[in-house]
């Protein structure tokens, strides 16, 4: 979206920044050139199945460790069973520089290494219900970028999933970061504008979210036996 006005940064609340237009045009196509290529494989990007039948609306693919509700594992065993694809190294020093600009505290920008990444893609009618992060164990900041339609993103409460709340709109290039006392906020994307990206930022239509989160846990030690 061209926005006539300069947005401003904005604190929503105490740990939650909007940074309006963070990534460059050509930092906003690299992004979208890499997310079509996660979305092919190993695993492919698809519409996450609930536990009580139904199917999330959004198509997600991860990266580093592998979400389905409500777990982290490093195989998608409710896809094809094979592993994710790592979270690339550059894609930690965006985190990095995310956090930093976002809090405007380069200690924060780096003392934070997130180790998995969710990548949604919206289609015109693609909405995510109100959730709260919280299948991670850390309280470490989530990093949201956000790519091509504009979508309304709500920011609510950690302790309901209904007002108060706040709605902003998230366009291509945008960054909000959500830590400290807001880590486990409800939020959601009750609305997508389609027809809103500007094609040269690399997406032609439907939006891509990519959330960076630091999962808390490790793997598995492998067994091996006393000598
Ligand atoms: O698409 C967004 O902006 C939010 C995505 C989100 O909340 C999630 O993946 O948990
Ligand atoms: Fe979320």
């Known amino acids: 979206m061209n926005a006539l006005l300069p947005r401003p940064h904005t604190t929503l609340a105490p740990g939650a920044v909007h940074v309006p237009g963070w990534l460059a045009p050509g930092a906003q196509r690299s992004l979208v050139t890499a997310c079509r290529q996660w979305a092919v494989g190993p695993v492919p990007m698809r519409h996450t199945r609930l536990p009580r039948g139904g199917t999330m609306s959004a198509q997600t693919v991860c990266l580093g460790w592998h979400w389905k509700p409500y777990i982290y594992t490093r195989t998608a065993d409710d896809v094809n069973g094979q592993r ?85 709109e998230l366009c291509s290039g945008d960054l909000f970061v959500f830590g400290g006392p807001s880590r486990f906020a409800y939020h959601g994307v009750p609305k997508v504008y389609p027809g809103t990206a500007d094609p040269a930022d690399g997406l032609a239509r439907g939006r891509l979210n990519i959330t960076l989160r630091v999962t808390g846990l490790t793997d598995e030690p492998s067994t091996r036996r006393r000598a």
């Open 84 to 168: 994710v694809a790592p979270l690339p190294q550059w894609l930690v020093g965006l985190g990095r520089r995310a956090v930093a600009d976002a809090y405007q505290d380069p200690s924060a920008g780096e003392a934070y290494t997130p180790d998995t990444a969710l990548i949604n893609f919206y289609d015109a009618v693609a909405t995510m219900g109100m959730h709260q992060d919280k299948d991670e164990r850390s309280s470490a900041p989530v990093v949201s970028l956000s790519l091509g339609d504009t979508c309304v993103f709500r920011f609510g409460n950690t302790e309901t999933r209904t007002r108060p709340y706040t709605d902003v």
